[in-house]
């Protein structure tokens, strides 16, 4: 894959000015994708940094887990399960970034002779091999003679990039066959950057160049190891957008992309509560009610069985999104200017005469502009959202040292929403909490464990 690795090296690592990326921020990413010994639907994450596609990889588990199947002992799978479900779930990001189907999609893998494991134990044979002949899988080691997850000691940045070969597929059934027939490079050394490369060549480079807001942002900071907002949204949606708000907005006279539809797994951020930045509907509402939540340095997992988390958009919902479309700043408010095109926008009575007198009556002082509130009170009044008052919920975070005991476990909780804010029940104000009031603004957490969880 040599011809290609210049490409795909500067796409996802950048070109750091010290000539390389650092030994230590390739050790971090340098894992596979390996399942907790307690906890067996759960990835394990080992060091900071691969966060940014394991916990996407996660969150689609845990949704071919919970509404796939049985969830009733979602928490347990056999080794066969484990092998089945993750290679479902890479072959459906892999075919979610797919461009083009009629190009036909690609895998990453170890050319013939060239694993870590075959290196350790026959260096010459591995310098003897050609980089570009496909390897059997009946030549795949069997589990036990796997390198593991971590065994990249002896394995360099450059020695990776020159071991590699691209195995092109040309339709779905094919590719969820490979995919599978690889689990145990997957699971191996490397196995989350072959997925990451796999995912990359089969969306094209010129394609993820094209969405990405800032060509010169690679995927992965070669600085601190942290995945970008791109990499992020290339797993969840199928596209490298840098942005995480509703469609597209100008400015500048420059297009900056967002999302464009409706996503299976969601995304919250802590940015938010800071106002860094502002989530679409498109995240905040995916398909199912599972959401990648993220820090200022690391990406976890909230999700529920609750289905009406995630139902069809309420009149109510589709007025505040439209609305907020108006209002890019998130200011809380348009210029009186646009609420005939908010009303048109929302299939409202838009006559002139009408729109004036709405105008009156929600700027009685005449300052020039109307607020989100008064107008959603006026045009949509008590909606029920359709929510329970209380639900069960959860919370994976792939990092020991993260957890309670330093054991990966999924923390358990029970989640109320509320309409309004409630001193008497205010339980806590944890990262987690103000998260998830960016989708919620009147949640409250009660968790089962004698701390919340944590983002970090």
Known sequence: MSDLSKEVVDLV???????????????????????????????????????AVLAPVQAFILKNILFNRDSSNWKQMTEEEQKNTLCSTLSEILESACSSPSTGLCLVTWAKGQSPQTSTHNNTQTQSQPQD??????????????????????LGFEQFHSALHKRSVMSVSSLREEVLSLYHTWRGCCGVLLFLYSVILTKGIENIKNEIQDTLEPLIDPVHGHGSQSLVNLLVTGHAVSNVWDGDRECSGMKLHGIHEQASVGFLTLMESLRYCKVGTFLKSPKFPIWILGSETHLSVFFAKEMSLVGPESPSEQARRVFQSFDPEDNGFIPDSLL?????????????EYVSLVKSKLDPENLGIILLGPFLLEFFPDQDSGIPDSFPVYHYNGLKQSNHNEKVEYVEGTALVLGFEDPMVRTDDTPVKRCLQTRWPYIELLWTTDRSPSLN
């Open 13 to 51: 690592w950048g070109r750091p000015s010290s000539g390389g990326v650092s030994a230590s921020i390739f050790r971090r990413w340098a894992q596979g994708f390996v399942f907790c010994e307690n906890e067996h639907t759960a990835l394990e994450q080992f060091e900071g940094g691969p966060c």
């Open 133 to 154: 002949i496909q390897v059997p899988e009946s030549s795949q080691p069997p589990p036990e003679q796997q390198p593991t997850a971590l065994a990249a000691e002896d």
């Open 340 to 352: 005939e095109d908010v009303m048109k926008a929302l299939d409202l009575v838009s006559e002139p």
